[in-house]
């Protein structure tokens, strides 16, 4: 599969790793994973490319964290770590450089399991602001749209939104981190958060359970969204224009 998705990868930048002569962004997508694969990762890597295609952005894929210097980063005005998991995934140089990069202004979006990376990194679990603690089977529930101005949630253009996705717990509650900004957050009693099938020694209940925030980080931005889990959900429009709402906000290239 990693074999496959690697291909996948060279195939889409070769085809347009430049998305126009003047790109209106320069964006870098970081792909690796040390924990769990996700097989939506075609998908998701998929849409990001044709989002590019469309922004007339520039895009870059990658799982090779060599790209993460100083003088590799300041090319693009956001990072984005797509379904990344696992610890240890860049190297005390590589982590020093991304946290002078993003404290510097540049951006960072987290899809979905970017809160299941990097656990012993203290400035990463400020920066993506929970850590991933479980979840039950994919359902359906109800999401509360709780900001509908942002740019990665008026999209949605209601103040609740039925939505079928994993719907991940974290190991804290981060609407108490004064920090971060909560956009989305779901409703638990909309869906069966008690059908705790693989993380049976963890209580996965929030009571109040954000899933969307976001956070200034020195003079940069992080955002993360806990959604993206169903591969499908890739070719959503809505979801994509959350996704690129998301980065836009990152990058500090909204009105």
């Not at 987290?110 to 850590?131: C, F, I, N, Q, R």
Request: glycine share 8%; proline share 4%.
């Amino acid at each position: 599969m990693k074999k496959i998705l690697l291909i996948f990868i060279s195939v889409f930048c070769s085809l347009g790793l430049l998305t126009a002569a003047r790109p209106r962004m320069n964006v870098l997508v970081f792909t690796k994973t040390a924990g769990f694969y996700h097989n939506a990762k075609p998908n998701a890597i998929k849409a990001l490319y044709e989002i590019a295609y469309n922004q007339k952005w520039k895009i870059t894929f990658t799982e090779d964290s060599t790209f993460f210097n100083d003088k590799e980063l300041g090319k693009y005005n956001a990072v984005v770590f797509l379904l990344t998991t696992g610890n240890n995934l860049l190297d005390n140089a590589q982590k020093t450089a991304f946290e002078k990069y993003v404290e510097g202004g540049g951006g960072f979006v987290g899809v979905h399991t970017a809160t299941d990376t990097e656990y012993k990194w203290p400035w990463y679990e400020k920066l993506v602001g929970a850590h991933f603690l479980g979840h039950p089977p994919v359902h359906e529930g109800k999401l509360i749209i709780e900001d509908k101005n942002h740019p990665a949630t008026e999209c949605f253009g209601v103040d609740t939104l039925t939505w079928t996705d994993e719907f991940y717990s974290f190991d804290r509650n981060p609407r108490k981190n004064k920090d971060l900004k909560i956009l989305v957050s779901i409703d638990e009693r909309t869906y069966n958060i008690d059908e705790n099938i693989w993380f049976k020694d963890v209580n996965i209940v929030m009571g109040d359970h954000p899933m969307v925030w976001c956070r200034e980080m020195g003079s940069g931005r992080s955002f993360h969204t806990a959604l993206g889990h169903v591969p499908e959900m890739y070719d959503n429009e809505v979801f994509r224009k959350h996704i690129t709402g998301a980065i836009l906000w990152a990058a500090g290239k909204t009105k």
